[in-house]
């Protein structure tokens, strides 16, 4: 059975600080979200698991006018499992791409219905990559001092590598298409 990397990537959130499930929630959609995204769904019952296993620990912040603040921090057993897994090679990944999915079935609309999907996935492509170079000078200008930024930069490169793939890949099936 596969294992599901939800846990390694809620570790290494807390790997960088004590946070509460919705300050992790909010850290991946400003950090990960073109690599890597969890639902509350998914955070708040790997955070209580973790601490079962001795891998984290919860305090309780008490605040006026709202629910107590759960707040989670990585042990040294915890701290562990995370490196042994990260020096772990990377399992075979396979993406679920609905453009291609859409395209593979393609025969069942018109040329131009699948044209429009192209058209429409490309203007996807265009604005993610606008975001991932504001977010790259973003954090050049904000964390340059931070020992983390030639990691996180890395996976910058790539977004921006993979998205400007995306765009060539468009352009290149949309001639095709056209030719149709």
């Known amino acids: 059975m596969k294992e599901n990397k939800s846990k390694y990537a809620i570790m290494g959130m807390l790997s960088m600080g004590s946070v509460s499930g919705y300050d992790i929630k909010k850290r991946f959609e400003k950090s990960l979200s073109y690599f890597w995204n969890e639902s509350y769904g998914q955070i ?12 984290a620990t919860i305090s309780i912040e008490k605040q006026t006018g709202k629910p107590d603040r759960h707040v989670y921090a990585l042990t040294d057993k915890g701290r562990k499992v995370l490196q042994d897994w990260m020096v772990q090679p990377v399992d075979r990944q396979i993406g679920r791409h609905e453009i291609l999915l859409k395209l593979f079935f393609g025969q069942h609309v018109s040329v131009a219905d699948n044209i429009r999907q192209v058209e429409h996935f490309r203007k996807q492509q265009s604005q993610n990559l606008e975001e991932i170079k504001a977010t790259e000078k973003l954090l ?28 060539r890949w468009c352009e290149e099936t949309l001639a095709v298409l056209k030719k149709m």
Do not use: C, F, H, M
């Open 140 to 167: 050049k200008a904000d964390y340059e001092d931070n020992p983390s930024l030639p990691y996180w930069l890395l996976t910058v490169n790539y977004g921006l590598r993979v998205n400007r793939a995306y765009l």
């Open 44 to 55: 708040y019952p790997i955070l209580k698991k973790l601490a079962k296993q001795g891998l």
